[in-house]
């Protein structure tokens, strides 16, 4: 894992060469191993290395072609890069160094754009043809690593992290009103380039763009398809798929154990990051991989609380028991939270949504105190699988509406005895009429309370002028819904999140459920196997029998990365109303601190809210403002 920078003069300027120091050197926990620069007059690239695969300086970056023509910056790792490059080199090719990176470049100059349909992993990278003064740049099918850039039609410049954009005289920005609505209110108008930075863009998933003289051209390379059909259940059927998915989800996570560095796994206690922890431990039993890296005892890494409310030890050491693994547990703690607030926020660079997001960065952490330096985890499972309980909203008004009316009593039955559902909670199951209720009364049952009538803090000239952004609807269909959060939103930002907690540490994560092969297979099933008889991932836990521990097969609870949050700010509400008195407040155009502070008490007692406070946003906003706009 690395940090890459660059900047492009179209206009033919001089590239100042210290101010790409600069933008590289910003960003060296994302690589601390080593640096590079290239440069040729308007055109001038940066890299910092984070080693895993080569460790020698055969691996160096930025890497150029044998003929010279090439010049890479790269960021992320390519799974199958053995499986290429013994294909390059029945083309002919030899290669200098037992790197990815050299594998990326050869590929290109064999195939062109088109060997990124080739590759297996999670990338961003930037190919200078020096020939024809083209910049070639990339990002993985769906976007596990970060690229950011802004154009303004003179300069064109890149990098992995926006603090590096900002380090530019010539990039002109500001807080992105859009962006910061949807954080406060939510809305469906979701842009797939935007960030909370004004003029200042991330490369979609799945695409590449192009830069010469004449300007900025962006193409989409990779679109992933879903199977609509609700499906009918057929045993021989979910016995086929079955043993497909496991098979792919084996040999993804085999094919992300290739390292030169040790590797350990976050462990959550769920299913998701249980199955990579016992399947890794299965390899391990049965000799199917060189265990060096790895050690005879796998490492895991948990965030564990004395609070049994948020604790989840007891699933943990269910899986810790039956693979016999290391395991590592940190407890993160409120006082600690106030205290890295400001560094947490400096890392993650754009608001988030809670304070869930400290527990995994104290997981990084604990990684690295541990000298491991990439971990695998179970991201992007619920949006792959149908983990989340919300999808159920989906599932069953998609069985309404094909009229299979039988197999919806049963399913919402099964539902009932698997959870139990309070009253408000069994009419939204039937609920389409969502997509038309008045916004004030959806947001009585809303988790995150902004905009209600008990709380409304939210400026309503800021609300008058996006006025005709819609909420995002209630989809009838679960393969549409998981879709949107694999493709649109949700995963999006949550591997955003991991990338910047674990670039915080000079940490490498990895995510199996995110490998191409296995999302598409999962996507082509019809629908009835995703959820079934009141399961969630029902086809995760019928492929787990035998392999996870059955108290964790058959959890009906989720948790995740959990933590306390109200807990937490209570704890600091005097640094809570601080922040809100502040006689230098930079967030006033979007709400107003005076409501906040009268509706302090009422807002983190709120139990909508549930474990989450509607005031976390609104304190991340204002010290993301203080922290990035001085």
């Given at each position: 894992m690395c940090g890459i920078t660059g900047i492009y003069h179209l206009d033919g300027r001089t590239v100042d060469r210290q101010l790409l120091y600069s933008m590289t050197r910003t960003i060296i926990h994302r690589g601390p191993d080593d640096e590079g620069f290239f440069l040729n007059g308007n055109i001038g690239l940066g890299h910092r290395r984070l080693s895993i695969i080569d460790l020698s300086l055969s691996g160096h970056q930025p890497m150029i072609s044998d003929d010279g023509r090439f010049i890479i910056v790269y960021n992320g790792e390519i799974y199958n890069y053995l499986e290429i490059r013994e294909q390059l080199q029945k083309l002919g090719y030899s290669f200098r160094s037992n790197s990815d990176t050299e594998v990326i470049l050869c590929s290109f100059k064999q195939w062109g754009q088109d060997c990124l349909r080739r590759f297996n992993g999670m990338w961003s990278f930037a190919i200078l043809d020096n020939e024809k003064k083209e910049l070639f740049c990339s990002r993985d099918r769906y976007g596990v690593k970060p690229f950011y850039y802004y154009f303004d039609g003179n300069v064109f410049t890149f990098a992995s992290e926006i603090k590096s954009l900002l380090q530019c005289p010539f990039v002109k920005t500001r807080p992105n009103d859009h962006a910061i609505y949807n954080f406060l209110v939510g809305t469906a108008?979701?842009?797939?380039?935007?960030?909370?930075?004004?003029?200042?863009?991330?490369l979609p998933q799945g695409n590449f763009l192009k830069v010469d003289e004449s300007g900025i051209n962006i193409q989409q390379y990779y679109q992933l398809s879903y199977n609509a059909e609700l499906g009918t259940f057929k045993e021989n059927e979910l016995n086929e798929y079955r043993d497909k998915f496991i098979e792919l989800l084996r040999d993804a996570i085999k094919i992300r154990l290739r390292s030169d560095v040790p590797v350990g796994s976050c462990l959550s206690g769920g299913l998701d990051s249980s199955t990579i922890v016992c399947i890794i431990n299965e390899i391990l039993r049965n000799g199917g991989l060189d265990a060096a890296s790895i050690g005879k005892r796998q490492k895991t890494f948990s965030s564990c609380y004395d609070n049994r409310e948020y604790d989840e030890r007891q699933y943990i050491e269910e899986v810790i028991q039956k693979t016999s693994a290391n395991s590592h547990y940190i407890f993160p703690s409120g006082n600690e939270l106030w205290e890295e607030l400001n560094d947490l926020i400096w890392h993650q660079e754009e608001p988030f949504g809670s304070t869930s997001i400290y527990a995994q960065w104290n997981v990084m952490r604990l990684a690295k105190q541990n000298n491991v330096t990439v971990l695998l985890d179970g991201q992007g499972g619920d949006e792959l699988l149908g983990g989340y309980h919300h999808y159920f909203i989906n599932y069953l008004n998609q069985i309404l509406y094909s009229g299979h009316l039988s197999e919806l009593v049963t399913e919402f039955s099964a539902l009932q005895k698997n959870l139990g559902l309070p009253l408000y909670s069994k009419f939204f199951m039937f609920a389409p009429l969502y997509n038309i209720l008045p916004q004030h009364v959806i947001n009585i049952f809303k988790s995150r309370i902004i905009e209600s009538k008990d709380f409304s803090v939210v400026n309503s000239s800021f609300l008058k002028k996006y006025a005709d952004r819609q909420r995002h609807p209630i989809e009838l269909n679960l393969q549409k819904a998981m879709w949107d959060s694999e493709t649109a939103f949700g995963l999006r930002e949550l591997l955003r999140y991991e990338d910047k907690n674990s670039m915080a540490f000079s940490i490498e994560t990895r995510t199996p459920f995110i490998d191409y092969r296995l999302v598409e297979l999962?996507?082509?099933?019809?629908?009835?196997?995703?959820?079934?008889?009141?399961?969630?991932?029902?086809?995760?836990?019928?492929?787990?029998?035998?392999?996870?521990?059955?108290?964790?097969?058959?959890?009906?609870?989720?948790?995740?990365?959990?933590?306390?949050?109200?807990?937490?700010?209570?704890?600091?509400?005097?640094?809570?109303?601080?922040?809100?008195?502040?006689?230098?407040?930079?967030?006033?155009?979007?709400?107003?601190?005076n409501k906040v502070l009268g509706n302090l008490d009422n807002m983190l007692s709120s139990s909508a809210a549930g474990a989450f406070t509607p005031v976390w946003p609104l304190i991340n906003l204002e010290l993301w403002m203080q922290r990035m706009f001085k």
């Open positions: 108008d979701y842009s797939l380039k935007e960030t909370f930075f004004y003029n200042i863009y991330q999962v996507f082509s099933i019809p629908a009835c196997y995703k959820i079934h008889k009141g399961w969630t991932k029902f086809l995760l836990r019928e492929s787990t029998v035998g392999l996870l521990p059955e108290m964790i097969r058959l959890r009906t609870d989720k948790l995740g990365f959990p933590a306390p949050e109200k807990i937490w700010i209570n704890e600091g509400k005097e640094k809570v109303k601080a922040i809100f008195k502040n006689k230098v407040f930079r967030a006033g155009d979007y709400f107003d601190p």
